[in-house]
Structure formats: structure tokens, C-alpha cells
């Protein structure tokens, strides 16, 4: 069917009002997955590495006191935090009574680095999130990321959680011996 000159004329709205459509409902598939499609921690999968002594625990002496490394895979090295947590998680390191969790610092966003975030006015002002505890944030895009959830991500653009760290302990030594790759197709 051939439209004349004024048809067209006339019909000059639908492609702004179907862009504006498209736009919205992009933006609302976008939010949806940021919101709720945030993927659990699943049963780890190590990729084993050299058994590297990282720190006495007792040089982590309170509750969420860290400690940053480097883990280095073949050619890949990955910066990571090793954290005094209070509670056990399924993939944490009970020594003692007390625990510990390990992860690579490298954002499931875009590969930023992570850092610990022990003031919970800062998460609350700077990163948007009321958390009742120390997380880790990225600075990028302000991502957050629960330790007392293996790492996942609570807010923000990351949708997978930070790759876990194997931690094992030698006479009151830790020390990581293994790292979960990062997601599919993430840095
Ligand atoms: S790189 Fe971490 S939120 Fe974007």
C-alpha cells in the first residue's frame, strides 16, 4: 500500500511515541534485573591455585578486620580480601569459633576493585543501601557486596556475586589455596 504525502504527514507521531515506548520499556526490564534478578552464591567451584600463606588469625583480631592479597592463577593474578566475619556462612573457614571468608576484589560489573566499607553511614549515604553491617563496595558504580552472604551482590549493577576464596589454616596460619573464576563473559 503506497501512503500519500499527507498520510505521512499526519502520522509523524509514531515514531517518537514508539521510541519513547521502546526506551521505557528497556528501562524497566533494566531496573527489574538490577532489582531482582540479583544470582545467589551456588555451591563452589574452586579453580585450585598454590597453597599461599596469607596471615595469623590473630593478627585479625576483630570482627570484620581484613586483610588484602594478591592470588596468582598460571598468568592471572587477582587481587582479593581475606575478612574476619561474626558469623558462619556455607563457604566460610571456622577456626576456633571464629571466621573467615575470602574473595576476589574484582567487581562482577565491570572489574573494579572492591574495597571494605566498615562505616554503615557511608553505605547508607554514599552507596544508597542500609546495611546493618560492614560490606564491600565498589566505587565505580557502587555496587554493594554482602560478606555475610558469600559475596553477593545486594544494590547496584552487579548482578553475580564476588568469586569466593578456599581458605585453609596450618597452625593458626590462613591461607588460600584455591579461587572461583569469575561469571561467564565478567571480568
Ligand atoms: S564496576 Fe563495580 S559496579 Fe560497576
Redesign the pocket.
Known sequence: MKLTRRQLLESWWVLPVAGTLGTLGYMADYAYRLTFDKRNPGPPHYLPGPDLALVPAAALGSEYAFYEFSYRQGRVVTPCILMRIPIATPTSLNLKGEHFAGFSRV?T????H?NPVLNTKVLDLSFNYPATHPMLG?P????VFDPLQQGKCVI???LYPLPRVRLAAQDGLLRATGLEPPPPGHP
Open positions: 567487581c560489573h565491570l572489574g573494579c572492591v565498589c565505580c558504580h557502587f555496587s547496584g549493577k552487579a
